[in-house]
């Protein structure tokens, strides 16, 4: 497990960059964090390391966004509005944990049961006593460097 501190959304989106350039393949990253602690900001950055330089947009209402400009597609899901893991096989989202691409997935703790088990997990969290801006952003299993 890797822990990193981030002192500003510059710093969240650069620890997304650099772990979207290291993905490989049918990665799949689950990202957790309460509401407005920067998942977004650090999928942009994520997407960034891929080569996307579309606008990534966070999927709350669709579920799912596909970027597939990069070096590798990205398929970025957000299942806080999902009920169950019959909804996430009914939007048909396992075939992309299949796929030669990356998943990124918000709210992942939701449904830990569907996440392959060499899954990533990130966790973003804020401590108000360091700032308003700061977080600290938690690389579990499998290790990664980034």
């Known amino acids: 497990m890797a822990k990193y501190e981030s002192f500003s959304e510059q710093d969240t989106f650069f620890i997304g960059e650099r772990m979207g350039q290291h993905a490989t393949p049918g990665t799949v990253v689950a990202l957790d964090g309460d509401l407005g602690v920067g998942k977004t900001v650090f999928t942009k950055g994520f997407a960034r390391g891929l080569g996307i330089e579309e606008d990534v947009v966070s999927p709350t209402f669709t579920i799912e966004q596909i970027y597939e400009e ?3 597609p990205l398929y970025h899901f957000d299942i806080y509005r999902l009920e169950d893991e019959d ?26 049961e569907i996440m392959p ?6 966790t ?23």
């Open 117 to 122: 088990k060499d899954t990533i997990w990130v």
């Open 70 to 72: 990069g070096r590798l």
């Open 124 to 146: 973003i969290e804020k401590d108000l006593d360091k700032g308003f801006d700061y977080r600290i952003i938690t690389i579990g299993e499998p290790e990664v460097s980034i």
């Open 87 to 112: 909804e996430w096989y009914a939007i048909g989202a396992d075939e992309a944990l299949d796929s030669d691409g990356v998943c990124l997935i918000e709210w992942a703790s939701k449904m830990p």
